[in-house]
C-alpha cells in the first residue's frame, strides 16, 4: 500500500453567526495516499471547501473555530503545531489551487512576481535569478506559450485558463506532497476545463503527488478520481473507490446524484428524455432535521431516519465502501 499521507478524523468546523453558532462541517472521516486522487463531492453548501480549508488551517476565527478533530499529516497533527510551522507547510508541503484565479492572483504584480514570491517564502536559499529561471520553467510545465514574455503579464492580460495554469504553477513551486483543486475548472468553457484537467493527471504521474479534487460535477470525478466522498449538509454519507460508487452507490443522495448526470441512449439513437432530480431543498444548517439530514428528500425514509436511531454514522458495508445510511440501496 502507497505511504498514507493524510487523515481526517472527527473534523467538526463551526461558525458564529447572528443566528447562533452553525456546524459547517460535522464528523467528517477520510485518508489519502500517496499518488492518490480523492474526489470530495457534493451541492454547495456541502462543506467541501471548508473541509478544505480547515487542512490548510485558513478558516477565518472569528466567526469560524474547529471545534473538534484531528488532521495528520505524515503522522503530524497540524491542528497541535504553532501557526509559524503551519505556514511552512502550506504552499510548500501542502498546496491548494482556488476556485477563482482572477480574485486569487493580485492585479498589481506580473505573475512572474507572484510565482517568485512562494520561491522567496520557502525557498530563501536560491538566487533572484534562479527564482526568475524556475518560475518560467514552471509555466513552461503547465503549457503556457512563450513562458519568457507571459512571465512579465499581468492578470488581467491572461484568459480564465491561461490564469488557472499560473495558478497550479504557482501551487507546484514547491512540488507539494498534496495539492487540493478546489473547483479548479467550474468557471473555463469546457475545452479548456478538459486542458486544466488532463495537466493535473499528467503533473500528478510525473510529480507523484496526491490530490483531493473538490467539485460538485460528477463528471470530473469519473474522469480524474481513484477514490470520493459524497457530503451532504456538513457530513460524508458515502465514500468509496470511484468503480463501486459509480455502478453500486448505496445512499440514496449518491444514487440520485449519479441519475442526475445527462446521457445519451445509443441504442435508441436519441436523447433521453427528462432528467430524474432529487426532490426537494437541502435544509438549512440552522434548522436541521432530527436524525438523517436527507430524510425530507429520500424516497427510502422510515421512523428510524426521523430520529428514531439518532443519526446515522458512516459505517462500512464492504472492505473500502463506507455509507450512513439507516436504509442502504440494496444491490
Known sequence: MNEKLLEVK?????FRTDRGKVTAVNGVD???YKGQTL???GESGSGKSVTALSIMRLIPNP???IARGKIFFKGQNLLDIPLDEMRKIRGNKIAMIFQEPMTSLNPVFTVGNQIEEVFALHQQEISKSERRDKGIELLKMVGIPSPERRYLDYPHQMSGGMRQ???IAMSLACRPDILIADEPSTALDVTIQAQILELMKKLQSDLGMAIIMITHDLGVVAETCDHVAVMYCGQIVEKS???TVFSRPRHPYTKGLLESIPSYDSTQNR???RLPTIEGMVP???DLPAGCSFQDRCKFVTQDCRGGKGIPQLENLAPDHAVSCFNPIVV
Not at 10 to 14: F, M, N, S
Open 271 to 273: 436523447a433521453k428524455g
Open 165 to 167: 495554469r499560473v495558478m
Open 241 to 243: 473507490d470511484i468503480k
Open 39 to 41: 474526489g470530495i463531492v
Open 284 to 286: 438549512s444548517l440552522f
Open 63 to 65: 466567526p469560524g473555530e
Open 30 to 32: 477520510f485518508e489519502l
Open 10 to 14: 472527527d473534523l467538526v468546523v463551526q
